[in-house]
Antibody, heavy 123, light 109 residues
Framework: EVQLVESGGGLVKPGGSLRLSCAAS????????LTWVRQAPGKGLEWVSS????????YYADSVKGRFTISRDNAKNSLFLQMNSLRADDTAVYYC????????????????WGQGTLVTVSA | QSALTQPASVSGSPGQSITISCTGT?????????VSWYQQHPGKAPKLIIY???DRPSGVSHRFSGSKSTNTASLTISGLQAEDEADYYC?????????FGGGTKLTVL
C-alpha cells in the first residue's frame, strides 16, 4: 500500500526556519517525482515545489524561490522541504504528493497524497 | 505562474448534472494534455478524480468526466449525489511549474 506521511510542521516565528519531511512507503521511491502542495487556512491549493526521481530537476513557485529548498534521500525513501525566512503568508497545511508513473516532475500530482502537516508562522 | 481560473461556486440538485470550467492559456492548460481534477472534502487531503484531461483512476465513479477545448478544461458530474458536495480543483502542467485553479465549491441543494 502506498503511503506518504508528512512531519515537521509546527509554530515558528517570522524569519525562522523549519524542515518538513515526507516518509514514503509501498512503491519504488526513486522512480517517482514528488511535489509539495500547500493550502492556507480557508484557501485553495497552491503548488510549492517539485523534484524529479533522481533529484536532477527541481522546480519552485515564485512565492518560495530563494527561501525554500526541496530535496530527497532515495536511500531512506524520504522527501524534504527546507523552509527559511518564513513569513506569515507561508502559514498553511503542507502536503507531499506523488507524480503519476512515467511523468515529469511538473506533472500534476496523481492519486497519492499525504495527510498534510500544519505550518504556522506567527510571532 | 498565474493560477487557472475556476468559478468560485456552482450548485445543483440531486440527480442533475453540473459542469465546472477551468481556464488557462496556450502556454499551460491549452498546450498540454496534463490536466487533473481533485475533489476535497473539509479537513481531508485532495483526492484525484480525473487525470490526463479525461482519464478516471480506478475506483472513481463514472459519474465524473473530464474534457478540454482549446484553453478551457471542464469537469462534469452527472447524477449529483449529496456526497459530491465538496471543493473541486483543476491543475495543469506548465513546463517548469504546476498551476492550480482557485477552486470551486459545489453545493448540492
Amino acid at each position: 500500500e502506498v503511503q506518504l506521511v508528512e512531519s515537521g510542521g509546527g509554530l515558528v516565528k517570522p524569519g525562522g526556519s523549519l524542515r518538513l519531511s515526507c516518509a514514503a512507503s509501498g512503491f519504488s521511491f526513486s522512480d517517482y517525482a514528488l511535489t509539495w502542495v500547500r493550502q492556507a487556512p480557508g484557501k485553495g491549493l497552491e503548488w510549492v515545489s517539485s523534484i524529479s526521481g533522481s533529484s536532477t530537476h527541481k522546480y519552485y513557485a515564485d512565492s518560495v524561490k530563494g527561501r525554500f529548498t526541496i530535496s530527497r534521500d532515495n536511500a531512506k525513501n524520504s522527501l524534504f522541504l527546507q523552509m527559511n525566512s518564513l513569513r506569515a503568508d507561508d502559514t498553511a497545511v503542507y502536503y507531499c504528493a506523488r507524480a503519476p508513473p512515467d511523468t515529469t516532475a511538473t506533472t500534476p500530482p496523481g492519486g497519492y497524497w499525504g495527510q498534510g502537516t500544519l505550518v504556522t508562522v506567527s510571532a | 505562474q498565474s493560477a487557472l481560473t475556476q468559478p468560485a461556486s456552482v450548485s445543483g440538485s440531486p440527480g442533475q448534472s453540473i459542469t465546472i470550467s477551468c481556464t488557462g492559456t496556450s502556454s499551460d492548460l491549452g498546450g498540454y494534455n496534463y490536466v487533473s481534477w481533485y475533489q476535497q472534502h473539509p479537513g481531508k487531503a485532495p483526492k484525484l478524480i480525473i487525470y490526463a484531461v479525461s482519464d478516471r483512476p480506478s475506483g472513481v465513479s463514472h459519474r465524473f468526466s473530464g474534457s478540454k477545448s482549446t484553453n478551457t478544461a471542464s469537469l462534469t458530474i452527472s447524477g449529483l449525489q449529496a456526497e459530491d458536495e465538496a471543493d473541486y480543483y483543476c491543475a495543469s502542467y506548465a513546463s517548469s511549474s504546476i498551476l492550480f485553479g482557485g477552486g470551486t465549491k459545489l453545493t448540492v441543494l
